[in-house]
């Protein structure tokens, strides 16, 4: 399988501070990669740096293959990005700002075809309205037109679901799934929502103050097996001394808390254990460890050790 | 090139602002023709105070089409930088500011080729605004006042000239003036762009040119020695008003004017090569600053 995008040691540095840091990931073809941190964990830097907006400190970017630094405008031609806000002229109209970012992707379109993208995205109807007449939905959806107008093998799609509303958000995500499995697209996407990444994705990274936290398959990230059980009781000390003497010790994570890393099927087990050994139980919570830690990165309040590098 | 150039002009002429411009232009021109079509006699009187007993001229006659395109082009000329600076200080901010820059950038054109095309879009906006200044200020003056020999006003050092040109030898003189003045006001337009580049909304680069533009007219107006020698030659503002040098025209050893003849041609020329020199600079500085700038608009 082809890779599309080759990230290697990448890092850049604003003044003192690292907002990306040695950053290493490939992205396969036909892969859904997501990526994933917080606001501020420098996904948005890295994808400026994909795109050439902004030069990087150090590393390397390969894209199609090609040193992006070298082949920048041949690279360029294959991909299609919408970063960030998808910021369009506003005096324009919808059909214009089409037609005008086709053109500077080098490439010759006719009206038809022009007017078959915009009913992709469902706005033919409003095709001739000035782009400041419309709402933040239609903009993004005239950006998603915008990236896609040349036919870019690689698309990259920054927090493309920000400001949408339920309906939006959905509409978005059957749009990238389409994109990916009936046109065969490449899609980077960047979010810092996990349930929305977890959705579309087949591979992801997590990145955090410009490192990298996670990178994997997304199924086997959020495989049953590491499910995160955190048990509550009248005596959590004298409950933790009794698993430490059980064969659930193994599972034990090593926090104040009474927490168990293990498969989300053992779970029956584990309770009825519990009981059998005289622990009075509060509750049973149970949660994916990737969704822990991934909110451990957003409170700043540590993290749990089966992903820590 | 070419493809990014109508791009680019199409976007300029779907902008409301880029008419304020020729908006202001025809308004300027208007008040003038007005004003002078009411009460340009008292003008010329005032005008030729100091010559009325030495010099017969048909004062009527004086204030013609040819005339009050001279008189409006004195004015205008001055203002015009800010016009231009509307628009070309708004070619890489106005991007930054609606976040349109990212995916300009994003897109296989380089930075040289943007800045490029962007100074080519803000000098042919400055060749249309010259051509509707010639329109409103020249032709239309001709079609109100007529045409007819020019007199031109000039002050040499202490002294006041009055030149007259006949009207057969005037037309050429005010192409050659247009094309000096395009030359002239494209520095403002390279200018603008550059400062364009380092600002993330139209209104600093616009201010930062006016300003230069002002700072440097003064510098250019101070009579001093030391900034005569050392300064004035390297300020692009001393070269602005050089158009009129197409109207000085040459005289004889008897004083009489030589028909098709300029005073100093020498000068005109060497002030052109400075105004060129300076776009070739500003422009150049505009590529390297821009290929070396970090969007993060």
Not at chain 2, 110 to 128: D, E, W
């Amino acid at each position: 399988m082809a890779l599309i995008i080759e990230v290697n040691h990448l890092s850049k540095k604003f003044s003192d501070t690292y907002a990306v840091n040695d950053l290493s990931f490939t992205v396969n073809e036909g892969d859904i990669y997501g990526f994933l941190g917080q606001n501020g964990a420098g996904k948005s830097t890295t994808i400026r740096m994909l795109l050439t907006l902004i030069k990087p400190t150090s590393g390397e970017i390969n894209l199609f293959e090609k040193k992006l630094s070298a082949h920048r405008s041949e690279i360029l031609k294959q991909v299609g990005a919408v970063i960030e806000k998808p910021d369009l002229y506003k005096y324009l109209s919808a059909y214009d700002n089409l037609s005008i970012f086709a053109k500077m992707s080098g490439i010759k379109v006719s009206q038809k075809l022009l007017m078959q993208q915009l009913q992709m995205v469902g706005l033919e109807e409003r095709a001739k309205d000035n782009v400041r007449t419309f709402s933040q939905g239609m903009k993004q959806r005239l950006g998603i037109a915008v990236a896609l107008v040349h036919n870019p093998a690689l698309i990259i799609l920054d927090e493309p679901t920000n400001g949408l509303d339920p309906q939006g958000i959905a509409d978005m995500r059957n749009l990238i799934l389409r994109l990916s499995r009936e046109l065969g697209k490449t899609i980077l996407i960047s979010s810092h929502l996990l349930s929305e990444i977890e959705l579309i994705a087949n591979r992801m990274i997590i990145i955090h103050k410009g490192n990298k936290m996670v990178e994997g398959n997304v199924a086997a990230l959020l495989d049953p097996a590491h499910t995160l059980i955190e048990i509550d009781t009248l005596d959590n000390a004298g409950a933790k001394q009794l698993l430490l003497q059980s064969k659930w010790a193994l599972f034990i994570q090593k926090k104040i808390q009474l927490q168990l890393m293990m498969n989300k099927t053992e779970v029956p087990q584990l309770i009825i254990d519990l009981v059998a050994m005289g622990v009075q139980l509060l509750s049973v919570n149970s949660s994916h460890s990737l969704e822990n830690y991934f909110l451990s990165l957003t409170t700043q309040s540590g993290h749990v050790e089966a992903f820590a590098n | 090139m070419w493809k990014l150039l109508q791009i680019e002009l199409f976007k300029i002429s779907k902008r409301p602002r880029t008419y304020i411009a020729f908006v202001a232009v025809a308004a300027i021109v208007f008040i003038f023709q007005f004003a002078f079509k009411a009460d340009g006699q008292s003008y010329m009187d005032l005008m030729l105070q100091s010559v009325k007993d030495t010099f017969t001229f048909d004062r009527v006659q004086a204030i013609n089409g040819y005339f009050m395109c001279y008189i409006i082009l004195n004015t205008l000329l001055i203002q015009v930088p800010i016009l231009i600076a509307l628009i070309a200080a708004d070619s890489i901010s106005g991007e930054a500011n609606m976040g349109t820059l990212r995916l300009l950038i994003s897109k296989p054109i380089s930075r040289t080729q943007i800045i490029l095309v962007k100074f080519a879009a803000a000098t042919i906006f400055t060749i249309f605004l010259l051509l509707w200044m010639a329109i409103t200020a020249l032709f239309l003056s001709l079609f109100i006042f007529g045409a007819g020999d020019m007199l031109v006003f000039r002050s040499k050092g202490d002294e006041s000239q009055i030149l007259l040109i006949t009207r057969d030898d005037i037309m050429w003189r005010y192409s050659a003036a247009f094309a000096y003045a395009t030359v002239a006001l494209t520095v403002i337009a390279a200018l603008s762009l550059l400062l364009s580049i380092f600002a993330e909304n139209s209104i600093g680069p616009i201010i930062a040119t006016v300003c230069i533009v002002i700072v440097c007219t003064i510098i250019s107006n101070i009579n001093v020695p030391i900034i005569d020698k050392n300064v004035k030659p390297y300020l692009f503002t001393s070269y602005l008003v050089g158009w009129k040098g197409f109207f000085y025209i040459g005289t004889d050893m008897d004083g009489k004017t030589i028909k098709g003849s300029l005073e100093n041609w020498p000068a005109i020329r060497k002030s052109l090569l400075i105004l060129i020199a300076h776009i070739f600079i500003l422009i150049t500085a505009s590529v390297v600053v821009f290929k070396k700038k970090d969007i993060l608009s």
